[in-house]
């Protein structure tokens, strides 16, 4: 009975194609052939075969012959039946006779190939082509973002965790990519108007219309969406895929990482074209394979397909495919028409092992060009929020899809709204938000992190954290999030509180308060921050080297309000008092009072006035509430920030001034990697004591903490004036996919360097009574590590070692260090 279910699905799902084949490319002693080329003759319609020399393609129309080539191989043409032609196993000859173009096998030649030469016009032209033509466009723009179950099978569908459920299978369809089936779970459907300036360099998008079907309204899910809305042009060297860097196949560099073969020539919509099929040199790289037309005049793209290497160095995504076609207009002009991009989410990158699909296609069209807007026009939108957009009624998007929803897509309305009265899959699909946001979702009501529940420290011995967050969805106008924790050592209960609450939601003016009483490793960063709920790992690492008693019993109440004016611009003012004293009987953050220095005080008061500006140009989010979600962290971010203490008001204890600077750049170096450099400056005016004073950063974890110093213990140097500049560069495993043991682990590699100068003004020395000995890195202190990410999929290890300060009693001159993640 399964089987008969399992080919009954088969056989309805051949309805939506005339023209489907599968199978595997071998060569006379059965080896496979990867790479080959596999088409429905006279059809642009084909793809080549993976490494394992496997194919699967589908087409709309009817085709009667398949055509399956290699170079070094004579070429073979099958004849089909009507329908599906699965597991065909395609046996190809080597070649008798040399054409006048040199015959190619395996690595192609640099030299005496056409595909180059076609391959260098295609630079000249590409800034000459497609939109770049004009000096301003305009077009009409429909986005469709889908989530599939996929790798459907008679076994999993009949398995005792759908019990109840059987009824969302009669919406089973298959991938005309790869031949698995699949099983839509959530669509997000978009209208929109774009707009560009190719004089000033400007580009707008304006949403119309957009709605959500399905389980999407959680982080869980918008963590993994947020991945599919890369922007990526063909034309460029590098297209970024999940934090990754692809090699393109239209790129200056791809000479180095591709073979290129020039394979056949046609007509295509009356336009002469050649195809170049291209595939990657070496294993384990962020390469692509695939094939593209190219017109023989203009030397633009009519269609193009990427597929990612099923060896590249990516983890939990099993396969990623884009193809692009072109309309030409006016004979001359190519415009993009249509893009398709699909992800393979899997914890496994065999055939057989199940995922998620996650894909996206844009159809354009109505485009009109040379219509000039003024400047102001194209001033980004800081938060868009229009309740309009996103309630129209179905009749709008019968008119305004640019292509129609599959018998499928359409039944997943119905299905989900049976789906979401269904307990068991409610618990699935709770599961999976769990592990992506981190919180467990009740009602309105969120609790957690989870991740941050238990702790350890000296003072607080083992801690027992508990929290929660109001959440309706991910376009909240406020939010209120607390905690409460207790140590069992120190026996105290600990606890923090804000709420935040969006005024206007143009301009993102957003107020908050909050007040938390904690214990808290100070000194774990130089750019300081007062960020209510904010608290290091440092505080409560469950494993640390040496003693981490130098904790503070803090008390922070804080009022504040920012505001984006322009687009990824955020002011920020706040009002903070603050009462510090030590939490531990063997640290101290004592001073002197008066000028005799004989009154002694051991706790401090402190109200604070605070400004900042936040410039972080190219970050990317997704959502319009008062909490936004980053798509990802490559983006440069300039910090400046002023504060002024005010002795007197609330029995404060000091004035003073605190400058603070802070420069974060990323930088993809030419196909090896991404550079990240970090500056941070700063300076404190007028006196303070330690528990005010600039501490440099320390780890005494086992763990790496970002824009820390590994080799130094906490208190190790203070400083009131500072300088600080750290290299980390990671190759993503370039170096190791050159060599062949290494090549299978997948692993990446990184280096870093890392230094700081620093003084203490001789006031600060001089009310200094906590025992502790200012030490400033006046001599310039450095360390340098190098690291393995990328073990198991999950841990990245780093050995550190210290580059000066080695006669510093105590000085750690070697460390290492871990962490864990999920990356992709």
């Given at each position: ?46 793809v ?70 076609i ?29 599939d ?27 005309r ?63 970024k ?64 397909n ?14 990623i ?7 030409v ?102 599961l ?74 143009k ?12 214990v ?81 005080k ?69 196909g090896?990697?991404r ?11 007028n ?87 200012y ?11 190098a ?12 050995f550190?070692w ?23």
């Amino acid at each position: 009975m399964k089987n008969i279910l399992f080919f009954f699905l088969l056989f309805t799902t051949t309805l939506f194609a005339q023209s489907k084949v599968g199978g595997k490319v071998v060569d006379e002693f059965n080896e496979p052939i990867a790479f080959a080329n596999v088409f429905f003759k006279n059809s642009i319609e084909g793809v080549i075969t993976d490494e394992n020399g496997n194919f699967y393609f589908e087409a709309k129309k009817d085709y009667e012959i398949l055509v399956v080539s290699f170079v070094g191989f004579e070429t073979k043409e099958i004849k089909l039946k009507p329908g599906l032609n699965k597991n065909l196993l395609v046996k190809l000859s080597e070649g008798t006779t040399l054409k006048e173009v040199v015959v190619y096998t395996g690595k192609t030649s640099k030299k005496n190939n056409p595909a180059l030469d076609i391959l260098r016009k295609i630079w000249e032209r590409k800034r000459k082509n497609g939109l770049h033509m004009f000096k301003q466009y305009k077009y009409d723009k429909y986005e469709k973002v889908e989530f599939d179950m996929n790798t459907l099978d008679s076994a999993f569908m009949n398995s005792k965790i759908f019990k109840g459920m059987e009824f969302i299978f009669d919406n089973v369809d298959t991938s005309r990519i790869t031949g698995k089936t699949y099983l839509p779970i959530f669509i997000n459907e978009s209208v929109s108007e774009v707009y560009g300036d190719n004089v000033i360099k400007k580009e707008k998008e304006i949403l119309k219309a957009t709605k959500n079907s399905g389980f999407g309204n959680g982080d869980g899910v918008n963590t993994f969406i947020k991945d599919l809305y890369a922007n990526y042009d063909i034309y460029d060297n590098y297209l970024k895929f999940f934090d990754k860097d692809f090699v393109s196949p239209l790129s200056r560099t791809g000479i180095n990482v591709y073979n290129y073969v020039l394979n056949d020539s046609s007509f295509i919509d009356n336009k002469w074209c050649y195809h170049i099929v291209y595939y990657p040199r070496r294993k384990n790289e962020l390469t692509f394979k695939g094939s593209f037309w190219v017109n023989d005049s203009t030397w633009a793209i009519k269609k193009i397909n990427l597929e990612a290497s099923k060896s590249a160095n990516i983890n939990w995504v099993k396969e990623i495919y884009i193809e692009q076609e072109f309309d030409v207009l006016n004979d001359s002009v190519f415009l993009l028409k249509r893009d398709h991009m699909m992800s393979d989410f899997s914890f496994s990158k065999k055939e057989e092992s199940k995922g998620v699909y996650g894909k996206r296609t844009t159809v354009v069209k109505n485009h009109e060009f040379d219509i000039p807007k003024e400047d102001k026009f194209y001033k980004e939108e800081v938060n868009f929020y229009d309740n309009s957009v996103f309630n129209k009624p179905e009749e709008y998007w019968q008119e305004n899809r640019f292509e129609e929803l599959n018998e499928n897509e359409s039944g997943i309305y119905k299905m989900l709204d049976t789906l979401e009265t269904v307990p068991r899959f409610k618990r699935i699909y709770n599961l999976a938000t769990i592990l992506g946001s981190g919180y467990i979702q009740y009602g309105n009501f969120d609790f957690g992190p989870i991740f941050s529940t238990f702790g350890y420290n000296d003072v607080e011995g083992q801690r027992l954290r508990i929290g929660g967050r109001t959440y309706f969805g991910p376009n909240d106008k406020w939010r209120i999030q607390g905690y409460t924790a207790y140590g069992f050592k120190d026996n105290k209960f600990k606890y923090g509180i804000s709420a935040k609450w969006m005024v206007n939601t143009k301009n993102r003016l957003i107020l908050s308060i909050g007040n938390r009483r904690d214990v808290e490793q100070m000194g774990v960063s130089l750019t300081t921050s007062n960020d209510v709920l904010g608290r290091s790992f440092a505080s409560s690492s469950f494993f640390a080297s040496g003693v981490n008693d130098k904790l503070t019993s803090i008390n922070l109440t804080n009022i504040g309000a920012e505001i984006e004016f322009v687009k990824n611009v955020t002011f920020k003012t706040n009002l903070s008092y603050r009462t510090l004293v030590s939490a531990s009987n063997t640290f101290s953050l004592d001073y002197y009072t008066d000028d005799l220095l004989t009154n002694i005080k051991s706790d401090v008061k402190q109200s604070e006035v605070n400004l900042q500006l936040d410039y972080t140009p190219g970050r990317k989010t997704v959502g319009y509430g008062v909490d936004r979600l980053e798509v990802d962290n490559n983006y440069a971010r300039v910090f400046l920030s002023y504060s002024q203490g005010f002795k007197g008001v609330l029995d404060s204890d000091f004035d003073y001034q605190k400058l603070q600077f802070y420069y974060r750049q990323p930088v993809l170096v030419g196909g090896f990697g991404r550079l990240f450099t970090t500056f941070e400056t700063g300076k404190i005016f007028n006196e303070v004591p330690l528990g005010l004073m600039g501490v440099v950063p320390g780890n005494q974890s086992y763990f790496i903490i970002e824009n820390t110093y590994n080799l130094l213990d906490w208190y190790e140097f203070v400083a009131d004036e500072y300088a600080s500049l750290h290299f980390e560069h990671h190759f993503n495993g370039k170096l190791f996919s050159r060599i062949p043991y290494f090549r299978k682990l997948n692993l990446r590699e990184i280096i870093g360097i890392k230094g700081v100068y620093g003084r203490v003004s001789d006031e600060n020395r001089l009310i200094n009574a906590s025992g502790l000995n200012y030490v400033a890195p006046e001599d310039l202190y450095w360390e340098y590590h190098a690291g393995i990410g990328n073990i198991f999929k999950v841990l990245r290890i780093d050995f550190a070692w210290r580059g000066s300060y080695l006669d510093m009693p105590n000085a750690n001159k070697f460390a290492v260090k871990a962490s864990f993640g999920f990356y992709f």
